[in-house]
């Protein structure tokens, strides 16, 4: 396994040569490569301490993740005296390429796995600095430093399936087009909510207890559907409700009953405004959490208590 060479202090230390301008990549830079929140992590970590150490760097990224970021096509234009790899794997075909794409860099792998050190992708690298491998001690995951960022609210999202039974007032597919396009450009931690439950499968609640556990752990609750209202309440959580048929149907009477606030839909205007999502955002998250608790302590539907007066009818 190659090191940082001896006395040195390794690559960030001191004594060591001063890079002019790093790029740093991972499997987040590529096209047909993942994103995932410990390898962008991981990079995070490693911008910071380049940061601190006064080293200039950029960071490539895939078009597909984020298309306005700089990705390889465009770094390969610059003038950069080295480039680090983070994190993942450090062998298969796109690192490779990295290689071929970077020839005059000096190349780092830094937090990687490394499995077949005859990988030619792993040979291509001047310096690995592996979390893991063949006669390596393991070392913590980069991820681990990244900088925390601010609070963001958890939103649980809750989809009503597709209603036959309002013909064509059903307008679900588009409402949730539109609702999915905005939920993208919030910054929040979007939880998915299936109120569909099923003992034999874990990705799914097998209980309305365990259902509430996931709900009480968000800020707020965006659905179209009729228990996704409810459920929030019941657990002292602000909703963001959406009616998915046109004119409003049975969640438009549930939020009625509720006395509390729901976008509806018309023939018209087919598809909720972005302001208004917007502005019900805002009101779920300072206002509206205020009065979920006081919905939550509320008494519950007198329904249950007709229907044993009506069977105690002769």
Not at 3 to 24: D, M, Y
Not at 261 to 282: F, N
Not at 288 to 308: F, H, K, Q
Request: aromatic share 6%; with cysteine.
């Amino acid at each position: 396994m190659r090191k940082a060479e001896e006395g040195s202090g390794g690559w960030f230390g001191p004594g060591g040569r001063t890079p002019e301008r790093v790029l740093v990549t991972g499997w987040f830079s590529f096209l047909h490569g993942e994103a995932t929140a410990g390898d962008v992590g991981a990079a995070e970590t490693v911008c910071a301490r380049l940061g601190a150490a006064g080293i200039p760097h950029d960071v490539a990224w895939s078009p597909v993740f984020r298309p306005e970021g700089m990705d390889l096509e465009e770094a390969e234009g610059r003038d950069y005296s080295d480039l680090v790899f983070v994190c993942g794997p450090a062998g298969g075909e796109q690192i490779r390429d990295l290689h071929r794409r970077f020839p005059h860099c000096r190349r780092v792998a830094v937090g990687v796995s490394v499995v077949d050190v005859e990988d030619p992708a792993f040979l291509g690298f001047h310096d690995v600095l592996p979390r893991d491998g063949p006669r390596e001690r393991p070392q913590r995951d980069l991820a681990h430093g990244a900088p925390p960022g601010s609070p963001l609210p958890v939103v649980g999202v809750t989809a009503a399936p597709r209603q036959p039974e309002y013909g064509g007032c059903s307008n679900h597919e588009r409402v949730h087009e539109v609702l999915g396009g905005w939920l993208v450009d919030k910054d929040c931690a979007r939880l998915p909510l299936d109120t569909r439950l099923d003992r034999r499968d874990w990705e799914h609640c097998a209980s309305p207890a365990q259902f509430d556990a996931l709900v009480r752990r968000t800020d707020l609750v965006v659905t179209t559907r009729l228990h996704g209202l409810v459920l929030a309440l019941r657990n002292g959580v602000p909703a963001l409700v959406v009616d998915p048929v046109l004119g409003g149907a049975k969640v438009t009477a549930q939020a009625r009953a509720w006395a509390w606030p729901v976008l509806t839909v018309t023939d018209s205007e087919r598809e909720p405004a972005p302001e208004s999502l917007d502005r019900w955002w805002d009101w779920c998250l300072t206002e509206g959490a205020r009065e979920a608790t006081l919905r939550a302590a509320e008494p519950v539907s007198p329904l249950a208590d007709r229907l044993v007066a009506a069977l105690k009818r002769k």
